[in-house]
């Protein structure tokens, strides 16, 4: 059955598809929210380490790796920090700063984060469907038409607009995918040729064995490669390394 009673549709259900939700709410538009996984707010159940660092104080344009800087520096004028943590805090989320300006709910529950925007959703009714898998998108002069898998059953549904966070590629095993990517392609958008980033370096070759043996240990280090050098915590693990000095590090080529 098709239906028109959404503004837009949202695919997936993480940090950017419930706060889009929200603030849609906030100016009287009905969204719903299409998410593949059990569960609304997968990956920010386990950021931080389960406690989930929201925001930081220290965050500006310089922090991101873009073509074009400029953008950066137009999104972060539009919802700043201080927009993220009154947002929060009016919500009863109130942070503690951990290492660098990480901020991080006073509860360090990260599931307090998620609430919030479960709440807000219910209070403004949008509506969230768990476990509905996005299989096929159509658009015409009137909009977007989607098939869905639902409760063991195909359903089709349209609205005039269609929101795509359904995030990148890392963390297969929560979901993540080349779906959004494969819908640019058929919509020719451009699109940028993907690396890894902001993930884990492993270690191979006779050194293995001896980072394996330091698993769960972090130290306090810098860390660095032929164009920028980072000064921060480094984890290792059973595999090579991980911590927020590797993980920033490799969104540039480590």
Same mark, same amino acid.
């Given at each position: 059955?098709?239906?028109?009673?959404y503004d837009?549709?949202?695919i997936?259900?993480?940090?950017?598809?419930l706060m889009?939700? %929200?603030q849609?709410g906030?100016?009287?538009k009905?969204? $719903? %929210?299409? *998410?593949? #996984?059990?569960?609304?707010?997968?990956?920010i $159940?386990?950021?931080?380490?389960?406690?989930?660092n929201y925001?930081?104080?220290?965050?500006?344009a310089? @922090? +991101?790796?873009s073509?074009?800087?400029?953008?950066?520096?137009s999104?972060?004028?539009?919802?700043?920090?201080?927009?993220?943590i009154? +947002?929060f *805090?009016?919500n009863?989320?109130y942070?503690?700063?951990k290492?660098?300006?990480? $901020?991080?709910p006073?509860?360090?529950?990260?599931?307090?984060?998620v609430s %919030?925007?479960?709440?807000l959703?219910?209070?403004?009714?949008? =509506?969230?469907? &768990?476990?509905?898998?996005?299989?096929?998108i159509?658009k #015409?002069?009137?909009?977007?038409?989607?098939?869905? *898998?639902?409760?063991?059953?195909q359903?089709?549904i349209?609205s005039?607009?269609?929101?795509m966070a359904?995030?990148g590629?890392p963390i297969?095993?929560m979901?993540?995918?080349? +779906?959004?990517?494969k &819908?640019?392609k058929? +919509?020719?958008?451009k699109?940028?040729t993907?690396?890894?980033?902001?993930?884990?370096?492993? &270690?191979?070759g006779k *050194?293995?064995?001896?980072?394996a043996?330091?698993?769960?240990?972090?130290?306090?280090?810098i %860390?660095? @490669? =032929?164009k920028?050098?980072?000064?921060? @915590?480094? $984890?290792f693990?059973?595999?090579?390394?991980?911590g927020p000095?590797i993980?920033?590090l490799?969104?540039w080529?480590?």
């Amino acid at each position: 059955m098709t239906d028109l009673q959404y503004d837009a549709i949202i695919i997936g259900g993480g940090a950017c598809g419930l706060m889009c939700a %929200v603030q849609a709410g906030f100016l009287g538009k009905k969204t $719903l %929210v299409l *998410e593949k #996984n059990d569960k609304v707010g997968a990956k920010i $159940l386990i950021s931080g380490g389960g406690r989930c660092n929201y925001t930081n104080y220290y965050t500006s344009a310089q @922090n +991101f790796i873009s073509k074009n800087e400029h953008f950066c520096k137009s999104a972060l004028s539009q919802w700043t920090v201080e927009d993220t943590i009154s +947002f929060f *805090e009016m919500n009863g989320i109130y942070g503690q700063e951990k290492t660098l300006g990480q $901020l991080f709910p006073s509860t360090n529950k990260a599931k307090d984060i998620v609430s %919030v925007f479960e709440d807000l959703c219910a209070q403004m009714e949008q =509506d969230i469907f &768990i476990n509905a898998n996005v299989t096929k998108i159509e658009k #015409n002069d009137h909009g977007f038409h989607l098939v869905y *898998e639902h409760e063991g059953k195909q359903k089709k549904i349209s609205s005039g607009k269609l929101i795509m966070a359904t995030g990148g590629l890392p963390i297969a095993k929560m979901g993540a995918s080349d +779906f959004a990517l494969k &819908i640019a392609k058929q +919509f020719d958008l451009k699109i940028e040729t993907t690396t890894p980033a902001l993930v884990p370096l492993t &270690i191979t070759g006779k *050194e293995e064995a001896w980072y394996a043996h330091l698993s769960g240990n972090s130290i306090y280090a810098i %860390v660095s @490669n =032929d164009k920028i050098s980072f000064e921060e @915590n480094i $984890l290792f693990t059973h595999w090579g390394l991980s911590g927020p000095a590797i993980l920033r590090l490799s969104a540039w080529g480590a």
